[in-house]
């Protein structure tokens, strides 16, 4: 153990620059000589440009400031000795936790760690990954955890597309083993957030990210499956949600489209761990199956509102909102994109548009911006972006479809 353990010199290093890893990099660069680090090389030339694709950062939010740079090339990154990895941990197609990403980061740092640096863990894990699979490879440097290095856990609470609870308002939990490093993590994490709360150990800090957002998968799945029985039963959902707001204990959760990076692979992290333990995770599960399964049910329910309209094979439609949610450019477990695949299948005169991710492609259909988009007869609004406003306010009502 390095006795009388000091950092004078505070340099940060972002392993992963995406909705996590950039804005935490942008508050860091306020106070330290920071590098950002990604090996996607069009991230980092976008990001050199002042251009975040994402769309959370304008250009000016992306100026560099002190002597911080963003790269991807490892030989920049040597000289930081405090590593925060917020790489992505998604699930494969058996819904399976892969963690070939994180692996592949702990193994470059292995490389280049130094006597005395710091690396925490931001990406969501299941309990035991930090010490049992991360540690272990961090260890084949030659050098040891928490003699020669020192390694934390922070789990991530980023909203994206969320302008009133930012990152700096959300309060961070750090979890380490040795306070000889408490000063150093906490002058870095003070900068990311107002409020630090310590947790006894890692492994509760992994169990913390996961079971926050399986909570609130289970509770939409709740409202999902509520909504589902009215809607087939010819009861007004709305006006039950109001009534039932009127009692002091109910939680008034709205049925949605529930995709991005968290809620719909943190629960398959979860669940994975309890099998390894001998536990079942069914109800877990089931809220996942019941949320999966709104796409088909949300195309079937547009579906038939379509087939009512005279002449409908006629008419021209539009899908607008094709992101996992609105006012974010992420496409990640997108239902609405699902949602749009089906339609395209039913119906011919089928058209998308989503200034957030404009020109990309989805079963061959370009998808188009705000321009030229009063020229339909209907519209589908499957995320209300902001950006839509004043579109919607200009559509005759009864040309408009919601999901909900």
């Known amino acids: 153990m390095i006795l009388n353990y000091k950092m004078k010199n505070i340099c940060p290093v972002i392993v992963g620059l995406g909705y996590v890893g950039l804005p935490i990099f942008l508050h860091l660069q306020e106070h330290f000589n920071t590098v950002g680090f990604d090996i996607n090389k069009k991230r980092i030339i976008s990001l050199k440009k002042r251009k975040d694709y994402n769309k959370e950062f304008s250009n000016k939010d992306l100026k560099l400031k002190k002597k911080s740079i963003f790269t991807n090339k490892l030989k920049d990154i040597k000289k930081g000795n405090f590593y925060i990895v917020t790489v992505p941990t998604p699930v494969d197609k058996k819904n399976i936790p892969d963690l070939k990403i994180l692996k592949k980061s702990c193994k470059f740092l292995s490389r280049i760690i130094k006597k005395g640096d710091i690396i925490f863990f931001e990406s969501t894990v299941y309990p035991t990954v930090t010490d049992e699979i991360c540690i272990p490879i961090l260890n084949t440097s030659g050098l040891q955890e928490n003699k020669d290095f020192y390694v934390g856990y922070s789990p991530e609470r980023i909203n994206p597309g969320d302008k009133k609870k930012t990152l700096k308002s959300i309060p961070k939990i750090v ?37 926050e957002n399986i909570q609130r998968d289970l509770n939409i799945a709740l409202i999902n499956e509520i909504y589902k029985v009215c809607d087939i039963s010819n009861i007004n959902f709305r006006n039950v949600l109001n009534l039932a707001k009127s009692k002091w204990n109910f939680i008034p959760f709205e049925p949605g489209l529930v995709g991005g990076h968290c809620l719909p692979v943190d629960p398959y992290y979860f669940s994975f761990f309890a099998k390894k333990k001998g536990a079942k995770t069914d109800i877990i599960l089931n809220g996942r199956k019941t949320n999966n399964s709104m796409a088909n049910f949300v195309a079937s329910k547009i579906s038939k509102k379509i087939t009512n309209i005279h002449n409908y094979k006629k008419k021209k439609i539009i899908v607008m909102g094709l992101t996992y949610k609105k006012n974010v450019a992420d496409t990640r477990n997108s239902l609405a994109i699902k949602i749009l695949k089906i339609l395209q299948k039913k119906f011919k005169n089928i058209n998308a548009c989503d200034p957030l991710i404009e020109n990309k492609k989805y079963n061959n259909l370009k998808i188009i911006g705000g321009k030229m988009i009063n020229k339909f007869d209907i519209y589908i609004i499957l995320n209300k972006h902001d950006t839509f406003r004043n579109i919607i306010k200009n559509i005759q009502r009864k040309k408009i479809i919601y999901p909900f």
């Open 175 to 211: 979890a380490f083993k040795n306070n000889i490093i408490k000063k150093p993590v906490k002058k870095v994490y003070n900068q990311i957030s107002k409020k630090i709360i310590f947790s006894k150990n890692i492994i509760e800090a992994e169990t913390s990210k996961v079971i």
